[in-house]
């Protein structure tokens, strides 16, 4: 990955964390709506409403916000914007939901099927903000009225697939901004030992997979019920 395709994700990451907390309850997912109403010509005409579902709004919002709709195609439906990634000239579509995404891809779900290959059509989406020791932290609008993080293993069998914008057609470097290192660094492998709430999300992904952890659940402790839980995964 080069230095300015490796930039633009972080950049868009940033835009979609800059969101993070704006609700209906309060009106505040409203800037998001207008931003995305802002930008002609509208993905079939449409503008979105307030009271709408808005996840793909969403992440359509952070493509214009980026000034990136050449690579990121914009929607209102989750469905047809991964029909618009499948057939983009340069951006990609990824099948495999047992793949690893990268920072800045557009993850797609399908919530009534729980196992892979998911090939359903599709309901929900986000943006991956990172990818460390197998679980996926993503920004997502419309996430119980709000624009929150989710936390999944990869793999997961609610993944549809992945968006991949071509960030590496990108020439020139994205504009300055400061950076939320503490959201993006990435830490030291989880292993045996390690007692965290990183470990307690991995647990929690394992389990939603069938994988038991031992007696405990997710106490956030890797113990050996843990490891063999991640064996087995693996």
């Known amino acids: 990955m080069t230095a300015i395709e490796k930039a633009w994700r972080e950049y868009v990451v940033y835009l979609a964390q800059s969101y993070i907390g704006c609700k209906e309850s309060d009106g505040s997912h409203k800037k998001i709506v207008d931003l995305y ?4 010509p509208l993905a079939r005409g449409y503008a979105l409403k307030y009271t709408d579902s808005w996840c793909s709004g969403f992440a359509s919002a952070i493509a214009i916000k ?3 709709t050449d690579i990121i195609p914009t929607e209102v439906g989750c469905e047809k914007h991964v029909q618009l990634f499948k057939n983009h000239s340069v951006s990609k579509w ?8 990268e920072p800045g891809d557009y993850i797609f779900y399908n919530w009534d099927k729980s196992t892979q290959p998911n090939d359903g059509s599709a309901d929900h989406v986000g943006i991956v903000e990172r990818v460390n020791n197998n679980v996926i932290t993503t920004i997502e609008g419309n996430y119980s009225d709000s624009v929150k993080r989710r936390t999944l293993i990869v793999g997961a069998g609610n993944i549809r697939g992945y968006g991949r914008p071509a960030y590496w057609t990108l020439k020139t470097m994205p504009p300055s901004y400061e950076r939320d290192t503490s959201a993006t ?6 292993k045996r030992g390690d007692r965290n709430d ?3 999300a991995l647990q929690n992904n394992l389990i939603s997979l069938g994988y038991s952890c031992g007696s405990a659940g997710a106490d956030g402790d890797f113990g050996s019920g843990t490891e063999a839980a991640v064996r087995s995964f693996q």
């Open 185 to 190: 660094s990435t830490t030291a492998l989880l």
């Open 94 to 101: 990824e099948e495999d939901g047992t793949k690893a995404p």
């Open 66 to 68: 980026a000034g990136l």
């Open 198 to 200: 990183a470990v307690r």
């Open 37 to 40: 109403n802002s930008h002609k």
